[in-house]
């Protein structure tokens, strides 16, 4: 069993910066594949980054691309996510989620990949 903790997520303006992290606990961390999503009110969850356990490869969703930055420390048993250039419209709770076991070096873009969720962090961002 994992166990996601998600922090760092707050209220901002747009053009602001934030950082995410996501502790978890309870499995070998360097063979857990790890995700964020985000789910807005009304929306359907949405992929936003994906990375291997080694950290070597990572994938990121449209919104993403550009913007945020996926990335972990083995070490710390952590992932992070930075959001750089934030918008109104990145406005979502954002979830942390980890496939265990899971070697391989491709990262994992759909929630069924998943089997793992935090309880998620709230970011808010303002005009």
């Known amino acids: 069993q994992v166990h996601l903790v998600e922090s760092g997520g707050r209220m901002v303006q747009a053009g602001d910066s934030l950082k995410l992290s996501c502790v978890a606990s309870?499995?070998?961390?360097?063979?857990?594949?790890m995700g964020w999503f985000r789910q807005a009110p009304g929306n359907e969850r949405e992929f936003v980054a994906g990375?291997?356990?080694?950290?070597?490869?990572?994938q990121y969703g449209d919104a993403a691309r550009g913007r945020f930055t996926i990335s972990r420390d083995n070490a710390k048993d952590t992932m992070y996510l930075q959001l750089n250039n934030l918008k109104p419209e990145d406005t979502a709770i954002y979830y942390c989620?980890?496939?265990?076991?899971?070697?391989?070096?491709?990262?994992?873009?759909?929630?069924?990949?998943?089997?793992?969720w935090g309880q998620g962090t709230q970011v808010t961002v303002s005009t």
């Open positions: 989620a980890a496939r265990f076991p899971s070697t391989g070096e491709q990262p994992y873009r759909w929630t069924a990949s998943y089997n793992f």
């Open positions: 309870g499995g070998t961390f360097s063979s857990i594949a």
């Open positions: 990375i291997t356990s080694s950290g070597r490869n990572f």
